[in-house]
């Protein structure tokens, strides 16, 4: 459901959270954060086409949204924004799931809960059950206290920043080169900003993010094993969020597991709860299936 207003926070002078300026959360804000992530997913798969050109990375713009194809296992092969300005139904269900079939993939789409609800119905027709739901989370960026910090640093490598990455959102499991790939389909769009922290001379926190005209965009985060709980994550936020400031946006926008670790991290600095999504898929057993 999405939610009716909130608000981003500030310290007062006694240092206990105030509520400040009202982040304004209707559905020409939510269409807006939309909009900017179906221009990040497009923006990715023309960097998987110039770097992995063998994965015959494609889009197709169906529905108002784009579904992303970026491999066959790739959790980047997704769609979104679909019927959330234009109409969608039947037609498009058909041709979104057509799309990831012919190329041996999962058909699954991200719906906001503004999507027409007659796509959703024409899923349901399909075979598309509910696989996950997430939590789009913003803040007005001015109001979290963002600031630089000195141990935030650009990628150096985008090989390390990849290797060293996927081993933390493993767990610290080898990261093959499945892992690899898609953390470098992530570091290095020419609109993406990766960043690191290391220690020794380590990468022990990693996270991106770009700039989408008024709306900064944040994920990729990870952190290393033996330094979590250690607020690391929390400095990249507040770096990325000056960063993005500087460059002239004036919202941030991420995506979280709802009561994820990730999630807890955003709250605390000030982000809020836009609305759950879902993510729509035919089941694996399912979609190898012809239409």
């Not at 981003?8 to 240092?15: A, R």
């Not at 020409?28 to 992995?52: P, Y």
């Not at 600031?147 to 990628?155: C, F, G, K, L, N």
């Not at 290393?224 to 709980?229: D, L, N, Q």
């Amino acid at each position: 459901m999405p939610a009716a207003a909130a608000t981003g926070k500030t310290k007062g002078t006694s240092g206990t959270p105030e509520y400040s300026r009202r982040v304004k959360i209707d559905r020409k804000f939510c269409e807006n954060i939309e909009r900017a992530e179906v221009a990040a997913s497009r923006h990715c798969v023309e960097n998987a086409k110039r770097r992995f050109p063998d994965l015959d990375p494609q889009t197709l713009s169906i529905g108002g949204g784009i579904a992303a194809f970026a491999g066959i296992n790739s959790p980047l092969s997704e769609a979104i924004g679909i019927g959330l300005w234009e109409r969608a139904a039947q037609d498009e269900a058909e041709a979104l799931t057509a799309f990831y079939r012919e190329r041996g993939a999962q058909p699954r789409v991200r719906l906001s809960p503004y999507a027409d609800p007659s796509f959703v119905r024409a899923l349901l027709g399909l075979g598309y059950a509910p696989l996950e739901y997430e939590n789009p989370l913003t803040a007005e960026l001015a109001t979290i206290g963002a600031r630089r910090d000195p141990r935030v640093t650009a990628m150096r490598d985008a090989n390390e920043w990849s290797a060293a990455t996927g081993n933390a959102f493993l767990d610290g499991a080898p990261c093959d080169e499945s892992n690899l790939l898609i953390g470098l389909m992530v570091c290095t769009p020419p609109e993406t900003t990766a960043l690191e922290i290391r220690v020794d001379d380590a990468i022990v926190a990693s996270g991106c993010m770009d700039v989408q005209g008024e709306i900064a965009g944040f994920y990729g985060a990870a952190t290393a094993v033996g330094h979590r709980g250690r607020g690391l994550q929390t400095t990249l936020i507040l770096d990325r969020a000056a960063r993005a400031l500087e460059r002239g946006a004036q919202f941030g926008r991420v995506t979280t597991r709802p009561g994820s670790i990730s999630e807890q991290n955003f709250r605390r600095t000030g982000f809020v709860l836009l609305y759950t999504r879902t993510l729509w898929g035919i089941p694996c057993n399912d979609s190898a299936s012809p239409s």
